[in-house]
């Protein structure tokens, strides 16, 4: 089954417990019970975690969603409480760092579309609809949608496809006012985040969010408010493309990871994406590549110089 090609170990940190390594962060809890949450260089591809590196991956997706969640800070609160790496962390934590309010999550990934494509055009291509939604006909890979849709997925394990899933299915697993909060919360967010990134040259096609509820609140579950965690509008969980060259039906030019995707299924890689096989590495040429439209998408939507 498809995985990590080679599984980092846990680092053993004073004061800290490892409790997850995941496709890029690794997660800790410290003394006081937060979550220490550090971005790897790690890059994934076809649900392979691949042995190939993305130099200052890690540190861009930290501090672009650091800035993210102060542009959303009005619609939903954030899980971050800080960003210092504890005592004893290796110093290449720096930069890399969140330390953040421990919560319940919601089974759920929250994902947004605005641009048909991925999973949900495959779906169109065959059904007319994206999670059971009906859409129009005519559409291509790359068309607009005539407004924004909510198309809910359930979270997999590494190695694991995530599956999309009706609204109406997510409401029976969580409850149909969770299930509200989520649409509403999410589709919100989306638009914000739309709206600033066409601004800068940016067509945000779709990203996915994460939340959770205070692990120490009381009431009802619903009553808990609604809290942004994990990363928040990076080119890992979101497909950025640029603006002026965007053209519904051909290959967009992508601010993610496409570039390592169309990588893999060329001649050059001579690998099957669909086998038990594990990725061959990564050219020096396709990291440097994919680097570079990292740090763009960084520089784009929040107008400072990666450095």
């Excluded at 690794?26 to 042995?51: C, K, Q």
Aim: glycine share 8%; charged share 25%.
């Amino acid at each position: 089954m498809p995985g990590f090609v080679e599984r980092p170990e846990p680092l053993e940190i004073p004061g800290l417990v490892h409790l997850h390594t995941g496709k890029v962060r690794d997660l800790y809890r410290n003394e006081a019970g937060e979550l220490v949450m550090v971005a790897s260089d790690r890059v994934s591809a076809y649900d392979w975690v691949l042995g190939t590196q993305i130099p200052d991956k890690g540190r861009i997706l930290t501090r672009l969603s650091l800035w993210w969640f102060d542009q959303v800070a009005d619609l939903v609160p954030g899980h971050v409480v800080g960003t210092e790496p504890p005592p004893g962390a290796p110093a290449d934590w720096a930069g890399r760092t969140m330390i953040c309010q421990p919560l319940e999550m919601v089974p759920v990934e929250a994902v947004a579309r605005g641009y048909l494509t991925g999973s949900g055009l495959a779906e169109y291509r065959e059904h007319r609809t994206v999670c059971g939604l009906a859409l129009p006909e005519g559409l291509e890979d790359g068309s607009e949608l005539p407004a924004p849709i909510f198309t809910p997925a359930t979270k997999a394990d590494v190695g694991e496809h995530d599956e999309n899933v009706s609204y109406e299915e997510v409401a029976r697993r969580v409850g149909a006012e969770t299930a509200a909060q989520l649409r509403q919360t999410t589709l919100a967010l989306y638009h914000r985040a739309r709206d600033i990134a066409r601004d800068r040259g940016v067509i945000l096609a779709d990203t996915k969010f994460e939340f959770g509820r205070p692990a120490d609140g009381e009431g009802e579950e619903s009553e808990r408010p609604l809290v942004l965690a994990d990363e928040v509008l990076t080119p890992d969980s979101s497909r950025f493309w640029r603006k002026s060259e965007w053209q519904p039906g051909q290959p967009q030019h992508a601010y993610d990871k496409q570039y390592i995707r169309d990588w893999l299924t060329s001649p050059a890689a001579d690998w099957d994406h669909r086998g038990d096989t594990p990725p061959p590495p990564l050219p020096e040429h396709v990291v440097e590549q994919t680097r570079e439209r990292y740090a763009e998408a960084y520089q784009l939507l929040t107008g400072n110089a990666w450095s």
